[in-house]
């Protein structure tokens, strides 16, 4: 990478951030995550074959997704500051970091005063029915979500970016893009009850597996709580899924709380549920490690390579 080539590529990083900062997620009609959401949801419904139409889907829509923004990187790529500002903006609409942080707090506090309130407003952090969960639950939902989706909605498209962007910075667009594509898919057909999700669900949790536990380590970096990862390792096998277990759990340790889902999974049992003020605690380390997962993709792409 040419100092110019890294410069630019931290100062997308950078660009990204402060758009995040600034304006928390484009505008829902100009969403391209959005968008993409609308041309998946056809999907939705009930097929001869649903395993192979998801698999097809899930290697085609993505692919798609991702070839359209990185040939807009490459068709200006004569402009660097243009390509830098396509990416930037690219960068952003598939991350979520103060969105994330802010939900989490709103229901976080809502449970001291308002649970009803807060039991709606959890809604768009968790999927999960929360109408008779405790406050104490809700507070472990908010905070097991925020664990989770720091994961999914900033690290793994961050990493994908920063490990792409050593080829070219159309392909570290690209990259972001796909991962995000196959998330966005997953959380909308993944579900055991719609056989088309199978692929991809099965896909997302390939692409998460890296993700998952660079996020834990933030995680405990975060916390000051290196011994987290050990301790979340012991709770791993409870949760389904092969990745959320890691961040979720590593918090749990880090603050020293209960994270259960009712019925399904319980990280740290010996624990009680989180306090108000120990739940804050919990979204302040995710939030801490969410600006360190962009010191890491800044560093990353610092290092020696090619950003074309």
């Known amino acids: 990478m040419t100092v110019t080539g890294a410069s630019l590529g931290v100062g997308i990083v950078g660009f990204a951030l402060v758009l995040d900062a600034a304006f928390a997620e484009p505008p829902e009609l100009s969403h391209p995550v959005a968008w993409f959401g609308r041309l998946v949801a056809p999907l939705d419904r009930a097929w001869g074959r649903p395993r192979l139409v998801g698999a097809i889907a899930v290697l085609l829509l993505p692919l798609l997704a991702a070839g359209t923004v990185a040939g807009l990187v490459w068709a200006v790529r004569a402009r660097p500051l243009g390509a830098a500002a396509v990416a930037g903006f690219a960068l952003f609409s598939v991350t979520s970091f103060r969105m994330l942080v802010t939900r989490a707090s709103e229901v976080v506090a809502a449970t001291d005063d ?39 909605g900033l690290v793994a498209p961050l990493l994908a970016f920063a490990l792409g962007a050593q080829v070219s910075l159309a392909v570290g667009t690209g990259a972001a893009v796909w991962v995000k594509a196959v998330n966005t898919m997953d959380s909308m057909l993944g579900y055991r009850e719609k056989p088309v999700g199978w692929g991809p669900a099965r896909l997302d949790d390939a692409v998460m597996w890296v993700p998952a536990r660079v996020s834990a380590v933030l995680l405990a970096l975060a916390a000051r709580a290196p011994r987290a990862l050990g301790r979340a390792a012991r709770w791993d096998d409870d949760v389904p ?43 302040r380390t995710v939030g801490v490690a969410g600006l360190l997962a962009y010191v890491l993709a800044a560093a990353a792409l610092a290092v020696p390579g090619v950003v074309g």
């Open 114 to 152: 308002d649970l009803s309130t807060a039991r709606g407003d959890l809604r768009a952090l968790a999927g999960r029915d929360a109408t008779d969960l405790s406050a104490g639950q809700v507070r472990s939902a908010a905070v097991e979500s925020a664990a989770e989706n720091l994961a999914d």
């Open 241 to 283: 899924s092969p990745n959320s277990g890691w961040p979720m759990g590593t918090l749990a340790a880090a603050v020293d709380a209960r994270l259960e889902k009712p019925g399904v999974y319980t990280l740290n049992p010996d624990a009680p549920l989180p306090s108000v003020t120990v739940a804050r605690r919990g979204v």
